[in-house]
């Protein structure tokens, strides 16, 4: 019975890699090759975070219209009915009156709060710029590393593979060294755990290559048609032209100035400043007010004609009255009216320490001193992070250049095993050997190759703007 059960678990293991490797053969097929450029070109056009700065984008641009829309008067138009009744007086000789105001204007402004407000809508939507260019180098940056890792995942599919092919061959000839009493059991036990170690290895590999394809093209924003990168070791890579010292200060000062997060910070510091001018402006300054209208009224009369007198000189001088009142009072006819009204205001409680709004004036000031703290912080930061990725581009370079001549040497190296395998001068051992320094020579030139453009994108990024020209000669020219 134990024998049964543990007899399955290589068959399951055989199948599993056989599923492993057939989606993997699936995903290959299924997919096209694609430049490192163009993959940059897709993700920036179908990132969503970049959709949503843009919208943000042009939702500041409508803001700042709507601050300069504070100079616009209001203008409307109204109509209203007055009845009204009183015992004496100039009230008791009308019931009321008609008013249809055609045009009402009205403008109320405090230039300090108008002027600091029309700033802070325009510094928001400088933040929205620099918001928008910092999502679009990082999506960069995020490219260029998902690329490479794509490449490195597939170069470590195909040195496990090699491998495996490697140990099973070796695994033959150790079985007939073993058979002809040449090597002892041991070494074929050896041999025979290697093979066998080889289908764990390609399955972990095989799903790292699946995972980083599938993180590539969510980059990308591929959808449903699936990309892999290009694979080429043909490509030239260019060395950096100036000392370090100075291509670190000189990369250093353009982040400085360039960087979108510095530059944000100090738009929100420059914000806070202005929002603490606004709550000062409503104390230091008056707010002014103008307004006017025209249009038409008519007085609803009071029908006087039953009012009774007790004597004939009292019923005089009722007529007399009435008709002097009614110059003040109105007759029942349309008139064009109109009126004009301008004055300030002035808020005094502002001065008292107390009032909400010299808080409010005290917490922006306080808001704008711990940005100035954050700025630099994050120069200090950007400064080490640009020295520690030029350093590690300039390894690479070296690198990338060793490297590719160890590419060149493994391959000759191979070449003069299998000739010297086949003429029986060396073992299959020593040919694996050879074999397998090929496949990480070229795992370790990935390797460089991944580091050296993921410090480009990063230095990129880090500065805010290209540095390739900066860093290397023949990239200026172009």
């Known amino acids: 019975m134990n024998t049964k059960r543990f007899s399955l678990i290589p068959a399951l293991a055989s199948f599993t890699l056989l599923i492993t490797i057939l989606s993997s053969s699936m995903i290959r097929a299924e997919t096209r090759e694609i430049t490192l450029s163009q993959s940059i070109e897709f993700a920036v056009k179908n990132n969503k975070e970049i959709r949503i700065a843009e919208s943000r984008y042009e939702q500041s641009v409508r803001k700042v219209n709507q601050a300069w829309g504070d100079l616009v008067p209001a203008i409307e138009s109204s109509a209203s009915i007055i ?17 249809i105001r055609v045009v ?7 230039p300090g709060v108008f002027y600091n407000t029309l700033k802070i809508t325009s ?42 092919t490697h140990l099973e061959s070796n695994y033959t000839d150790v079985s007939n ?28 590999a095989e799903q790292i290559e699946i ?38 200060d000189l990369i250093t000062q353009l982040a400085l100035k360039n960087r979108p997060e510095i530059i944000e910070l100090g738009i929100r510091e420059k914000q806070s400043g202005h929002a603490a ?32 007198y ?22 029942d006819s349309w008139q064009k009216t109109w009126q004009m009204r301008a004055g300030a205001t002035y808020r005094w409680n502002g001065l008292a320490p107390f009032d909400k709004t010299s808080q409010k004036e005290d917490e922006e000031i306080l808001r704008a001193d711990e940005i100035a703290i954050c700025i630099a912080q994050l120069k200090e930061a950007v400064a080490h992070s640009i020295k520690r990725n030029y350093l590690t581009l300039k390894t690479a370079t070296a690198t990338l250049e060793i490297r590719k001549e160890n590419i060149a040497t493994a391959e000759e190296g191979l070449r003069i095993a299998k000739e010297s395998y086949r003429a029986g001068i060396i073992k299959n051992s020593e040919l694996l050997s050879a074999e397998a320094t090929l496949s990480n020579t070229r795992l370790a ?33 172009e």
């Open 83 to 99: 009845r009204q009744g009183a015992e004496s007086g100039i009230t008791s000789m009308s019931d009321g009156s008609y008013d």
């Open 104 to 110: 009402h204007a009205s403008l109320t402004l405090n």
């Open 123 to 164: 510094y928001e939507n400088a933040f929205c710029r620099e918001e928008l260019r910092r999502i679009r180098f990082q999506v960069v940056a995020d490219t260029t590393r998902a690329y490479f890792a794509v490449i490195k995942a597939r170069e470590l599919v195909k040195t496990r593979k090699d491998s495996r």
């Open 177 to 204: 060294l073993y058979k002809n009493g040449s090597v002892p059991k041991l070494d074929l036990l050896t041999a025979d755990i290697q093979r066998k170690g080889a289908a764990p290895q390609i399955m972990e």
């Open 211 to 248: 995972s980083a394809v599938d993180n590539f093209n969510f980059i990308i924003g591929s959808g449903d048609e699936k990309y892999i990168p290009e694979i080429s070791f043909s490509e030239v890579i260019p060395k950096p032209v100036l000392n370090d010292d100075k291509a670190i």
């Open 277 to 308: 001018s606004i709550q000062k402006s409503t104390y230091i300054m008056p707010t002014f007010f103008i307004s006017g209208n025209w249009g038409y009224n008519k007085n609803i009369v009071k029908d006087r004609t039953g009012t009774s």
């Open 310 to 331: 007790s004597n004939p000189t009292q019923a005089q001088m009722g007529q007399i009255v009435e008709s002097s009142m009614s110059r003040i009072a109105g007759n």
């Open 445 to 477: 030139y990935i390797d460089a190759l991944y580091t050296f453009h993921t410090s480009v994108a990063e230095l990129t990024r880090e500065a805010g703007t290209d540095t390739e020209t900066i860093i290397f000669e023949d990239k200026s020219h």
